[in-house]
């Protein structure tokens, strides 16, 4: 099916989303930012769809930030009603959404292109991707979460130094740091980031949905242990929990 800014197919329950503007380097603007919601509320609502992967069209760019031209002009309130719709239809909608979302990284994801990467639950990236948080060479500071995500991500230390200086890093910096999940060469992208759907899809999807819940709410306080505890105890008692301890005694794979 062709939208305007983006692309999307289900294949093998992974819904994929290609972001279509490959021209401005898949630059986020609030057009593509509702596309993008419309695109995550249809995946969300089709039961075909296990694992959703979004991904940049053209061979240069996941996303390389937020549109420059759309935000130019923009006053306190206009940035401030832009960055409440953009987390909540967007970032933050992603980051809840209870199947996993795989960010893969075909190329630069800068601004709030790496916080939409950062915003899925797992990111695969290209050995030629770069990332980076530039807004203050723009006289700005992410607002699509980006302080607060990276330093959950990389450590508060190596936070400020990739939002103060605002540098690219290349993948296999990013990996070491913990920003992606894992670096392959271009052409093993798609390959890779099934693969990894696959691996996810194979358990239970109920536990997959708590999983995410329980991960999101760790901030290291009672509260996140709290969150924890009931989305342990919610486990138990689905028909997921029967057949996969039953699998398991009946010493087969189990059929989620
Ligand atoms: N916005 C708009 N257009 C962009 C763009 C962007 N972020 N990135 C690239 N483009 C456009 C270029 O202007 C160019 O358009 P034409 O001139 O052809 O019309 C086209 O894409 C191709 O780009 P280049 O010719 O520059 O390509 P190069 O290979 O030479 O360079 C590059 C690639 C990624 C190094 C370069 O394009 C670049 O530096 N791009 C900008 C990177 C950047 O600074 N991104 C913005 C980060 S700040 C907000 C919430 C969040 C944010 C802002 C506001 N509110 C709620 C208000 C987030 C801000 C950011 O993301």
Redesign the pocket.
Known sequence: MIGKLTLIEVQDNIGWVKINRE???N???RELIDELHERMVNFQNNPDVKVIVITGGGD??F?????????SN?GFK??????????RVLFDFIEKLEKPVIAAING?A??????LAMSCHLRIATQKA?M????V??G?I???G?TQRLPALIGKGNAMEMILTGD?IDSEKALKMGLVNQVVPEEKLLETTIIMAERIMKNAPNSIKCAIKSINSADGTPKGFQEENFQFSNCFGTSDFQEGVTAFFEKRKPKF
């Open positions: 021209k401005k380097l630059a986020l603007n240069k760019a996303v390389a930030g937020a549109d420059i031209s759309e935000f923009f206009e940035a401030a009603a832009m960055a409440c719709h953009g987390n630069y800068l601004g709030g292109g790496l916080e770069k980076g948080l530039p807004e060479t723009l700005i992410p607002g699509y980006g690219m």
